[in-house]
């Protein structure tokens, strides 16, 4: 099964980043590193990304087929998406395990979903 | 053999035989199968092209042990010396030895310090010639996904000291388990995708089928082997009538028997007689018989479920689970009435694996059905598709949350 780990920043979670020291940054992006590492050596991971701050996206939505595009979101979002891990592993409670050494669960919110499988069984 | 596909089919059965020969003369399993790999793909290349040799295995040999011998010395300096000799194809390929390593490769793909994941992606490989790539295509993940997952697997088998040989008797009953168990989840993994854009993946069906064939020409006389043959025909038996034009699922009892493949039932049927024939009784034995009851019934409304029953109360005494416990559910309802179902299933839910879980609400919705209680049957139809993981299922069940005609014959096997 696949799993999408999720992470999410406030700005209080920014505001903490912030207030860190170097090294411990340092030792967050460490922690990223070696997951990354470890997940691709157990074939386990799929995909990991950073992802930049809303401000530098934009926002479409398509009304009558006309797509307006907006930029944004800025800062009224309470809580946006910073990251994410795309997994593959046998049970969500070992997805459960990788997000826990996620650096931001400590300050930020990390959620696991279930992808949806392609396959199904008839009833 | 001049079109892709007879090439291709060659090459994949060819493989084994190779990657056997090469172990054997070279002994590192790791680098051997990577030459192989290489051998098959000129081959792929060249054949269509040029025509297959007069001796294919031996080609392939000449060419893999080249690889080899070229993979083996790229870590001295001699390397760029080699390559330009070690790179043309061989002008006398080689005899070949009259021995068939298959089972020994499957068992060692399928060996305990490897994840199941990677055992499904080593025998996919090795044993059944494919590539990475299409690996990677049929399981929906990047290339380097299934790459790391092999080479892991082989660092693994290296660290663990194992042999190239058949293990020892005493072990030799669990490997054989895990090897049905890996050719079970490849079968799984093609069957039960949808249609459409993932024809990918229904390739795996045929390969699992293929592979099972094979170990059953090896392994004639094992009964479990010849029933999930059994099981893995009687069930692809009906993949063309198992879900619709537009990929969504169609339950079996409303099913168009006519689209069922009569051949593979036939065949199934007599394998699994034979099986039966011979204990010990195992799993797959038994799942073959409850398919093979299915696949008899030329109309839904004629399925002997007293003999389904009769099988779920041995598969329950054989080899409990929880999808054996649902199986049984839905058997005792076609039996006895939907109330006894639902009786039964209030005390399955006892199970913590299944408490909350998505097929006993779907079963429960269509035991409701069944007893006439459409509105009840709606709630839980509804909490079933909220719970399932898959998506074909969540679109079925959502329609049966909200069709409002009666079902027809809601007979169903929620069981494989």
Same mark, same amino acid.
């Given at each position: 099964m696949k799993y999408l780990i999720m992470i999410y920043h406030t700005q209080q979670a920014l505001d903490s980043w912030a207030n860190m020291s170097a090294a411990q940054r340092a030792e967050g992006m460490r922690a990223h590193d070696a997951l990354v590492e470890a997940l691709a050596e157990s074939g386990e991971l799929v995909v990991s990304e950073a992802l930049a701050s809303p401000a530098q996206g934009k926002t479409v939505a398509v009304h009558d087929g006309a797509a307006t595009v907006t930029d944004g979101p800025f800062a009224e979002v309470k809580e946006h998406l910073a990251g994410f891990y795309l997994v593959e592993c046998d049970s969500i409670d070992q997805a459960v395990g990788h997000a826990a050494r996620i650096p931001d669960a400590a300050f930020g919110r990390v959620e696991i979903r279930p992808v949806l499988d392609r396959n199904g069984l008839e009833m | 053999m001049s079109t892709a596909t007879g090439?291709?089919?060659?090459?994949?059965?060819?493989?084994?035989?190779?990657? *056997?020969?090469?172990?054997?003369?070279?002994?590192?399993?790791?680098?051997?199968? =990577?030459?192989?790999?290489?051998?098959?793909?000129?081959?792929?290349?060249?054949?269509?092209?040029?025509?297959?040799?007069?001796?294919?295995?031996?080609?392939?040999?000449?060419?893999?042990?080249?690889?080899?011998?070229?993979?083996?010395?790229?870590?001295? $300096?001699?390397?760029?010396?080699?390559?330009?000799?070690?790179?043309?194809?061989?002008?006398?390929?080689?005899?070949?030895?009259?021995?068939?390593?298959?089972?020994?490769?499957?068992?060692?793909?399928?060996?305990?310090?490897?994840?199941?994941?990677?055992?499904?992606?080593?025998?996919?490989?090795?044993? *059944?010639?494919?590539?990475?790539?299409?690996?990677?295509?049929?399981?929906?993940?990047? =290339?380097?996904?299934?790459?790391?997952?092999?080479?892991?697997?082989?660092?693994?088998?290296?660290?663990?000291?194992?042999?190239?040989?058949?293990?020892?008797?005493?072990?030799?009953?669990?490997?054989?388990? $895990?090897?049905?168990?890996?050719?079970?989840?490849?079968?799984?993994?093609?069957?039960?995708?949808s249609s459409g854009a993932v024809l990918n993946r229904v390739e795996l069906t045929s390969e699992a089928i293929r592979l099972a064939r094979q170990l059953h020409d090896l392994l004639p006389g094992d009964s479990e082997v010849t029933g999930l043959l059994a099981l893995m025909l009687l069930t692809d038996a009906r993949r063309r009538a198992r879900t619709g034009p537009d990929g969504t699922l169609v339950p079996l009892a409303e099913q168009d028997r006519s689209r069922w493949d009569t051949k593979a039932i036939t065949e199934g049927v007599e394998l699994i007689t034979e099986a039966l024939a011979h204990p010990p009784l195992g799993p797959y034995q038994l799942q073959a018989a409850i398919a093979a009851v299915h696949d008899e019934a030329a109309r839904a409304e004629d399925t002997d479920w007293r003999q389904i029953l009769g099988l779920y109360d041995l598969l329950n005494a054989v080899a409990p689970g929880p999808m054996v416990t649902l199986g049984r559910v839905v058997a005792v309802a076609m039996v006895h009435g939907p109330q006894a179902g639902l009786r039964e299933l209030t005390g399955a839910e006892t199970d913590p694996a299944l408490a909350g879980h998505h097929r006993v609400h779907a079963v429960r919705a269509h035991l409701l059905d069944l007893s006439g209680d459409r509105e009840a049957a709606k709630a839980c139809y509804e909490m079933a598709a909220r719970h399932t993981l898959s998506i074909p299922e969540q679109r079925y069940l959502a329609a049966q949350a909200g069709a409002d005609v009666e079902i027809a014959d809601p007979a169903a096997t929620p069981l494989m």
């Open positions: - | 090439v291709e089919g060659l090459l994949r059965e060819l493989a084994p035989q190779v990657v *056997g020969i090469l172990v054997r003369r070279f002994g590192d399993f790791g680098s051997c199968e =990577d030459a192989v790999q290489e051998a098959l793909l000129a081959a792929s290349v060249q054949w269509p092209a040029e025509g297959v040799p007069d001796n294919p295995t031996g080609w392939l040999i000449t060419v893999a042990s080249r690889r080899r011998t070229q993979l083996w010395r790229s870590d001295t $300096a001699r390397r760029r010396r080699e390559q330009t000799a070690a790179a043309l194809a061989p002008a006398d390929p080689e005899p070949v030895p009259a021995v068939d390593d298959t089972l020994t490769l499957l068992m060692l793909c399928c060996h305990p310090a490897l994840t199941r994941v990677s055992q499904v992606a080593l025998t996919l490989r090795v044993v *059944g010639g494919l590539s990475t790539p299409e690996i990677a295509r049929a399981f929906l993940v990047p =290339d380097a996904t299934i790459g790391q997952r092999i080479s892991r697997a082989k660092q693994r088998i290296k660290a663990s000291g194992a042999e190239f040989q058949l293990p020892l008797e005493a072990e030799r009953a669990d490997r054989i388990t $895990a090897v049905l168990h890996v050719l079970y989840l490849i079968f799984n993994e093609g069957y039960t995708a």
